[in-house]
Each structure stands twice: as C-alpha cells, then as structure tokens.
C-alpha cells in the first residue's frame, strides 16, 4: 500500500471557514463542515464498520485552531467543542481526492434522515 503525498502547504481560511491543502499543483478546499462530519473521531465514525454516527446541524462549525500530531497528523479544533478526531496525512488526501463524492454520499444521508440542511443568510 503505497503512502499518501504530504500536503506542501496547509492554509485556514477562516471567515470562509475553509482548510486549503496543496499537493504539488493541486490545490483542494475542504468546508470545516466536510471536515467536521467526517471526522476519524469515535464519536462520528463509532468503533467500526456500521456504527458511523450521522452529523447534523454543522452547516455553521468554523475551525478555531489546527495543531500538528507528529510527523503523521494534524488535530483540528472545531469551534462547537469537536476535538477528538487526529486527521493523518493519508485520511486528508483522501477526503481531498474523494470530496465530491464524499460530500454527495454525505447529502443522500441527510436527505434519507428527512433532515434539510441550512442555509447560509
């Protein structure tokens, strides 16, 4: 299995409430919502397969701080307390690469739930 590039540059944008990675000439921006509802932690993925906790009402969570774990993570700080989760380099690309179809799979939830997410005023 081979290892996930490292970001070479890691930007929060705060006011639009996004985490820009860059790898190489690709450049992707992952909404602290994405982020906060796939989160690794426990509390969203549950201790294994089939027990993934559905997110809701984190259509406003900001980031508040990003601290890095070693040579392997980072540890995101959502602004609505969420702090568990240690992001590795390999789930970042990933949830990078995958967003849109991520991020769809995440609406078809939702949606299957009855829940309507909000919108920005």
């Known amino acids: ?24 000439n690709e ?6 919502e994405f ?9 969203v993925q549950g201790h294994g397969r089939g027990q993934e906790v559905l997110q809701i009402q984190k259509e406003h969570v900001g980031i508040s701080l990003i601290e890095p774990v070693g040579h392997y993570a980072i540890k995101i ?3 609505d307390g969420h702090d568990s989760g240690l992001f590795t380099w390999d789930y970042l690309y990933e949830l990078s690469v995958n967003r849109d179809d991520y991020w769809q799979k995440y609406l078809g939830k939702l949606t299957a739930e009855g829940y309507e997410r909000q919108r920005d005023a």
Not at 27 to 32: G, N, R, T
Not at 35 to 43: G, I, K, Q, T
């Open 1 to 24: 299995m081979s290892q996930a590039p490292l970001p070479s540059e890691i930007q929060l944008h705060k006011q639009s409430r996004q985490l820009e990675l860059v790898y190489g």
């Open 77 to 79: 700080y959502f602004d």
């Open 27 to 32: 450049h992707y921006l992952l909404s602290a």
């Open 35 to 43: 982020l906060r509802v796939h989160s690794p932690s426990a509390e």
